[in-house]
């Protein structure tokens, strides 16, 4: 009769190793539900916590938004129409007094003081003289004279601090001053130019309405 001890009645090596995983994981399982493993496998603290309050989330489902960079405006300085043979400078008063605005407009076109500047989003107002004296002595109130020749699609160009913004037309009108108005908005892009209509009547305005096409360096 073999030995209960004989090599052939031993248990194989493996199993006892086996055996010996298993019983490590079903301690460190059963060690870690009370709380005896303070940390992970990784080495990071255990966290038992079973609530967490929404307001320690991130904010989930929208998008940040993102804010536009602050645009600065450009004065206007200069006004270019080559389809009439316009090139004026172009100043830019702080007042809105109409007796003020008269004088300055003896030596060319302005800008009106709460439009928009160029490259800024809204309406940049430029406003100038137009005479059909047989005399004028003061060139700059036949500023505008051929302001009503300008057809839909001719470009305007207006300059400021080395750069040029281009305009093209998209509407000549002649309003009523009594009736009409100019909107100052600030949206979109764009350019209005307004000049008397001496022609028609004392109140009668012309008014060029053109918008954006781009803008480049000098």
Known sequence: M????????????????????????????????????PYYIDGTESD???????????????????????????????????????????????????????????????RFVDSAKLGEKGNVLIFGHSSHLPVVHNQMYKAFNRIPELKEGDT?????????????????KSVDAEDGIIDLSKTGNRLTIVTCDTLTSKSARFVVEAELVGSYEL
């Open 156 to 172: 305007i160009e207006v300059e400021g601090e080395g750069k040029v913004f281009s305009y093209r037309v998209t509407a000549l």
């Open 48 to 110: 038992r916590d079973e609530a967490v309050s929404l307001s320690n989330l991130p904010e989930l489902g929208e998008e940040p938004i993102e804010e536009e960079p602050e645009i600065v405006g450009v004065m206007p300085e200069r006004l270019r129409i080559s389809a009439i043979d316009l090139d004026l400078p172009v100043s830019n008063p702080q007042t809105r007094d109409i007796e003020t605005l008269d004088t300055i407009l003896q030596k060319g076109p302005a």
């Open 2 to 37: 073999q030995s209960m001890n004989s090599p052939e009645n031993k248990p194989p090596f493996r199993v006892f190793f086996a055996a010996s995983i298993v019983v490590f994981f079903l301690s460190l399982s059963a060690a870690d539900s009370v709380g005896f493993v």
